[in-house]
């Protein structure tokens, strides 16, 4: 196909990025990822642990983890895998162990801290005093501190045998003591030189942590949620002369709701660390403190991060934020709304401690002592480990490079270009460097202006100027900016001149279907997961109609795609699964039906978001689907079925041929995307939902018909995966499917009739719990099962192969007669019974296969009965099939026919009444048939001889006239295997029959 020529910028490109890269500068966003979950052995014994941020060690980023487990207590060494990128590391090793050298009676490394020799240093909690080791391992060595109380947490400054070296420890002893106190290394040895003394005469509570900034003021956290004590602090600054600084409160910021104090009683103080990052001009230093949920409020859980002089920055936590929690938590402990710091998911320390010890490293990443919670709803599923949260770093972008100016097949003018990346000193790989929108600007000189003309709100590289048309005008002249969360760049451009041009697309309307592959909704794994097996069932519907298609892919430049405009031309477009695509393949799009007469296909969630997986407040499409995105709806069983909207132009077509009761949604069926159809009069709602009990549902637009221009040029339904029909195994129905025939039919689409499912030969070769769909199967029997008020309909299809019996209850079991044609889905399934064996084994015993449907309807009424096919009895049933799913005769010859509609002839041997009513007999043609079962007579167990003839269970089954041991009868009904408690593995060869007058004929 002819493309129109383009125009390419090079002037000025090398000076726009060097000034556009001289001129960023560094920020946070404020956003947080959880990068890495790290596990290693003691990490459920909930003790702290260390990063080394020296990074011009060969230690740097290694792990020092403190192990409580009991007899074997330890720090614990972890290398970061790769080492070449130590603090972006997702994995780590288990690489040396630091440990006294003969473990004492009463030792517990409570925590521990990294100096800049690399030198690691802990708290021995049981000890009381202060152990020292070397970087790869080996023995801990006891120095000269005694403690008063024990000691939970350190921070030192300095360096190992460095005089003025400075420890500081964070002491609480349980039910006892609390101190913080400071220890200096002096030329006459370590000394006690601060002492804060007991922490609760300055409403400290338990101190747990500590941490010193780089000044010298140190920062004292409370583990306790301060509920009943008056003078409480969350947190005591001491300053470099040890003196406490007054003017210090820790800021907690709004979403947590604070009692008159200014305490949040749902909040539980647990660790607090300093670090400094020279890569974050914003806040190049910070505290943070981890708070782990009250027994108020459990989960409460966050990483909040302050200024040094106690003003809020910013933080991470609580993923599943819920207002209005419980009675009793929704006027005390929380807000209406959201906290202002970033939400995370769920997550909690270990349980046996309420510490979610943390640790904070030079590359903006925090490590907190958390869980794994691979169901959050099933916390026996929880396995402890180490979370590494990142912190992401952004600069201005620089500006965008190699912008081409040229023409799309409609004569539009289009815009690409190459986003410019860079490196970041001190940046790791998680970071954000790049845009994450565009602004274009346009004019008719050479002058670029000052507003944007438009933007490119999802960071795609490529725009179409759709405002200009066809339009004549220009030309124009083009500039492209990047931009995020920091800033803008500095322009590239202008490209051009460039004015619209005529078109080269093909005739409307003049190729074939085009189904849609999209390679970037199948990226999504988590809204979209297991996208081939959707774009699958689309295309195998497709083909088993024979309807012409050619695949279209969204942007993948080996295929047919949309964004290279191959959609020009095609008759109609379909949408399987497209939850994301950029916003220059929905213009594309839009393009296709405004200037090439194409049409839209497409339900559910299709472009719901862009690329990068958010979801969107509205559909990407919604003008070409003529409905606003108002959000996924269901599982209360409200959206059941889709019923057509009488007198709606369409909805005659489009409904055609499906039952009063509607279009039974596929699978799950009780949820939709509900939408707001636009109240300009271009869109008509042909379809509206129904509930299982009939109501209608608050939003009840189902089946939406876009027009433009008096034409109808899309079709959405909010159907969940419309083309999940009766012929794929994912619980597909008869009527989608036939709801999907009338759409394509609507559209003119030419197809052939699907041959759907084989009933003998999908009963033979699917198990049980097998999604099934009939269409047009004959009824040949009702046998109505009083005491269990099931009504069984027997069906065989018109070629007389097979046969099944259908499980009727509620409006569905109206009476049916031999005859009349019938429709449905549901579930194959086998009825069965246990039994135990003398020996006390045990085994199933497997009767009849039969459809449980989830939808059923008469489609023809009156028709012929069809005639029996007379079988000897030795054949009823016959041998099992389908590699053991469809059930047989253990003695079975010929060919399985079980279900099928059958007559056998031969003597009466055996009859049996219950209550004088006709309950069963045998008949034996000769074959002299023996089936395990047996009869007493004169109290003497006598095999019954022949085929067993089951009657139905009503409490007056009429006997025919001259019906006894010995008559020569014939006898008509599907085939069947009774379960009558005798063992084995399968139940008894019978004939069923459902009138004992009519289907027992006596010579």
């Known amino acids: 196909m002819k493309r129109a020529g383009y125009v390419l910028l090079t002037l000025g490109l090398v000076s726009a990025l060097l000034l556009g890269l001289l001129a960023a500068a560094f920020a946070t966003i404020g956003t947080y990822q959880r990068t890495a979950e790290i596990t290693y052995t003691g990490v459920e014994t909930d003790r702290g642990f260390a990063v080394n941020s020296n990074p011009n060690s060969q230690y740097y980023g290694y792990l020092y983890v403190c192990d409580g487990t009991a007899g074997n207590r330890m720090i614990r060494i972890l290398r970061p895998e790769p080492v070449t990128d130590a603090v972006a590391a997702a994995s780590y090793v288990e690489v040396g162990t630091l440990a006294y050298p003969t473990t004492p009676l009463n030792n517990l490394i409570n925590h521990c801290f990294v100096t800049p020799d690399d030198k690691v240093w802990g708290a021995d909690y049981s000890g009381k005093t202060i152990v020292v080791g070397d970087p790869a391992g080996g023995t801990l060595t006891a120095l000269p501190i005694t403690t008063n109380a024990n000691p939970r947490g350190l921070w030192v400054v300095g360096n190992y045998g460095q005089v003025g070296t400075k420890v500081y420890v964070a002491e609480s002893t349980f039910n006892g003591p609390s101190r913080c106190e400071i220890f200096e290394y002096k030329a006459s040895g ?144 929380w807000s209406s709304t959201s906290p202002s710091y970033s939400p995370m998911e769920l997550w909690d320390a270990p349980s046996g401690s309420t510490n979610a010890w943390m640790a904070a490293d030079d590359k903006h990443n925090i490590y907190v002592l958390t869980v794994k919670e691979p169901r959050a709803d099933d916390p026996s599923q929880n396995i402890p480990c180490m979370a590494k949260f990142h912190r992401q770093i952004q600069t201005a972008p620089p500006a965008p490079v190699n912008p081409v100016a040229a023409h799309d097949v409609y004569g539009q003018i289009k815009l690409s270009w190459t986003p410019s990346t860079g490196t970041l000193r001190g940046a790791t790989s998680a970071d954000q460097l790049g845009a994450s929108s565009y602004n274009i600007y346009r004019s008719t000189t050479t002058t670029k202006p000052d507003a944007p003309y438009s933007v490119v709100a999802d960071g795609c590289n490529k725009w179409k100027d759709a405002a200009q048309g066809q339009t004549a005008g220009g030309p124009f002249y083009y500039w492209v900016t990047s931009v995020n969360a920091v800033g803008e760049s500095t322009a590239t451009g202008p490209v051009g001149p460039i004015a619209p041009s005529v078109s080269t697309a093909p005739a409307k309307r003049s190729l074939n279907v085009a189904l849609s592959y999209s390679e970037i909704s199948k990226l999504d794994t988590v809204e979209v997961n297991g996208y081939d097996d959707l774009f699958n069932m689309a295309k195998s519907f497709l083909d088993a109609r024979k309807v012409s298609y050619t695949t279209i892919w969204d942007a993948d430049s080996t295929h047919l795609n949309v964004e ?225 008020n099931v009504e069984f309909v027997y069906v065989e299809n018109k070629e007389r192969t097979a046969g099944v019996k259908v499980a009727l209850t509620g409006d569905w079991a109206v009476g049916y007669q031999p005859g009349d044609v019938v429709s449905f889905s549901g579930s194959l399934q086998s009825e ?144 069947g295997l009774a379960l009558i408690g005798i063992g084995g593995d399968n139940g008894v060869p019978c004939i069923k029959i459902g009138d004992t007058l009519s289907q027992i004929k006596v010579f």
């Open 190 to 333: 370590w000394t006690l030189v601060g002492d804060v003394g007991n922490g609760d005469l300055h409403g400290l509570t338990n101190p747990y942590s500590v941490a010193v900034d780089a000044a010298g003021n140190s920062y004292w956290l409370s583990c306790n949620s301060g509920q009943g004590i008056s003078n409480f602090v969350y947190m005591l600054k001491v300053k470099p002369d040890y003196s406490i600084d007054s003017t210090f409160t820790l800021q907690i910021p709004d979403g947590f709701i604070k009692d008159n104090t200014g305490i949040v009683p749902s909040l539980l103080p647990t660790s607090v660390v300093y670090a400094a990052d020279p890569y974050d001009s914003d806040n190049s230093e910070y505290i943070a403190v981890s708070f782990n949920g009250s027994a108020v409020c459990p989960h409460a859980n966050c990483v909040l991060r302050f200024k040094t002089n106690g003003t809020y920055i910013d933080g991470f936590g609580m993923g599943w934020w819920m207002p209005n929690y419980g009675s009793g938590l929704s006027s005390l402990y």
């Open 564 to 788: 290279n405009d191959d959609l020009a031309g095609h008759s109609l477009f379909i949408l399987p699964a497209n939850r994301e695509m950029t916003s220059y393949e929905a213009q594309c799009i839009k393009d296709y039906v405004k200037y090439g007469g194409g049409r839209i296909f497409a339900g559910y969630w299709d472009s719901s978001a862009y690329a990068n997986q958010a979801t969107l407040p509205d559909f990407i499409l919604s003008d070409i689907y003529r409905v606003h995105d108002t959000g996924w709806v269901g599982d209360d069983n409200s959206y059941r079925y889709l019923k057509p909207v009488a007198g709606a132009p369409g909805a005659d077509v489009i409904f055609a041929g499906i039952p009063d009761a509607g279009v039974l949604q596929p699978g799950d069926g009780t949820i939709a995307e509900s939408v707001n159809p636009y109240s300009d009069g271009s869109a008509v709602v042909a379809g509206k939902w129904v509930a299982a009990d009939g109501s209608s549902p608050a939003s009840d637009a189902g089946l939406v018909i876009g027009y433009q221009n008096g034409e109808p040029v899309s079709v959405y339904t909010g159907l969940l995966w419309w083309f999940r029909t009766a012929e794929c195994d994912w619980g597909g129905t008869i009527t989608a499917s036939k709801l999907t025939e009338n759409i394509l039919k609507f559209f003119g689409v030419p197809m052939q009739t699907a041959p759907g499912l084989s009933l003998g030969g999908s009963q033979v070769d699917l198990g049980d719990g097998s999604n099934v769909g009939y269409s047009d199967l004959i009824v040949t029997q009702q046998f109505d099962d009083y005491l269990s």
């Open 832 to 975: 069965s019974e246990s039994y135990t064996n003398t020996d006390g084994t045990t085994g199933t015993t497997w009767g009849d296969r039969y459809i449980q449907p989830t939808e059923f309807w008469r489609t023809a009424q009156g028709g012929s009965p069809l005639a029996p096919i007379f079988l000897r009895t030795s054949a009823v049933v016959g041998p099992w099939a389908g590699n053991g799913n469809q059930q047989g005769a253990y003695y079975g010859g010929g060919v399985n026919n079980l279900g099928l509609f059958a007559k056998v002839a031969g003597n009466v041997t055996y009859i049996s009444t219950s209550y004088g009513s006709l309950d069963y007999f045998y008949v034996d043609d000769g074959a002299a048939l023996l089936d395990g079962s047996t009869h007493s007579e004169a109290g003497v167990d006598v095999p019954n001889v022949g085929v067993r003839i089951v009657c139905p269970a009503w409490m007056t089954n009429a006997t025919p006239d001259g019906l006894t041991i010995g008559s020569h009868v014939s006898v008509t009904g599907p085939t």
